[in-house]
């Protein structure tokens, strides 16, 4: 009888061997097949950007392909649902905006998904918003956009990549500390929000400078503040918000790498490490200091700390302003 009972311990303590043997075997030959990193959001912004170098220089460390798929709309849950729910063995990566990340959960009906859905892989690139304008508003300083802001009390409007998104909640930010009244527009990415601020449909919008500073040096755009706490190297001239007067208006995004929570430890550990040889090298850091970004790796403890930090903090804002989903 004593025999017997041993036999369902001895049949479990089996099935976890072969399973562990299993995911060592699977990663052991990863990857042997292209790699698929899902974007929340269109083509343009910097979190496309920031895909699409790290796309180019991963694919020659691994020998696979790395493919973009872009998967724009619901502040950022189309793309985390599809990547939540794909076969958890490394193939299939989000590259994630911080805005959604880590403001979305904070939404009214956002239940599709948890930061314990996902484990973080990599940090690749850090960059501060910019406050940006078109070129036919009558304003070059952060002073002026909130003087006239007050002489025109709900008549500016300003474009973010969707409600919640950490655009929508920096917009929101500046309107407590100056005591200003704005309308907020959304949009399904800084894309389509950039080709309307473009086109005079918005007067300003905050975002990464990356989209933006083609057409900053062009005369389109007007950059009228850094919301980091350091000018950036690609728009010395621009001040920060603290110089201008609102210190509290400091909003930086990270966009980062993370995995389905399942993904087998060792798999993880080969994305981290070929990650760190992308984002050190020189060529990669270069090219996002050019892009008014910096390229900044955090292994999977650091980002994983980093998330927590602005869950909270950015909870408190959405709270404060009181943001939905729409």
Do not use: C
Not at 14 to 41: F, K
Not at 77 to 100: C, F, H, I, W
Not at 227 to 245: C, N
């Amino acid at each position: 009888m004593f025999k017997a009972m041993q036999q369902p311990w001895r049949r479990a303590a089996l099935a976890v061997l072969v399973a562990g043997a299993a995911a060592q075997a699977g990663a052991a030959g990863y990857p042997d097949r292209p790699l698929t990193l899902i974007v929340p959001a269109a083509a343009g912004g910097t979190t496309d950007l920031a895909a699409r170098m790290v796309s180019q220089a991963l694919a020659p460390v691994i020998g696979q392909s790395v493919v973009v798929d872009n998967k724009a709309g619901g502040n950022g849950n189309v793309a985390a649902t599809q990547v939540k729910r794909a076969e958890p063995d490394g193939y299939t990566l989000l590259m994630q905006y911080s805005g959604y990340h880590v403001i979305s959960p904070h939404l009214a009906q956002q239940s599709a998904w948890a930061l314990s859905d996902f484990q973080p892989v990599a940090n690749v690139l850090s960059a501060p918003q910019i406050i940006v304008v078109r070129a036919g508003l009558p304003v070059r300083t952060l002073a002026e956009l909130v003087a006239y802001a007050k002489e025109h009390p709900g008549k500016l409007n300003y474009a973010s990549s969707g409600s919640g998104s950490l655009q929508h909640v920096t917009g929101a930010v500046l309107e407590q500390q100056a005591g200003i009244r704005m309308v907020h527009v959304p949009y399904k990415g800084t894309g389509p929000a950039l080709q309307d601020l473009l086109g005079g449909q918005v007067d300003l919008t905050f975002g990464t400078a990356p989209p933006f500073i083609p057409h900053i040096h062009s005369g389109k755009l007007r950059v009228l503040a850094v919301t980091g706490k350091q000018r950036l190297a690609s728009l010395p001239d621009v001040p920060t918000t603290a110089e201008a007067g609102y210190p509290k208006v400091d909003a930086t995004s990270w966009f980062a790498l993370f995995a389905p929570a399942k993904v087998p430890q060792p798999v993880i550990d080969k994305l981290v490490a070929d990650v760190r040889k992308v984002v050190s090298d020189p060529a990669f850091q270069k090219k996002a200091q050019e892009q008014g970004a910096t390229a900044d790796f955090q292994s999977p403890a650091e980002l994983g700390a980093q998330v927590r930090r602005d869950y909270a903090q950015w909870g408190e804002v959405v709270k404060a302003a009181n943001i939905q989903a729409e």
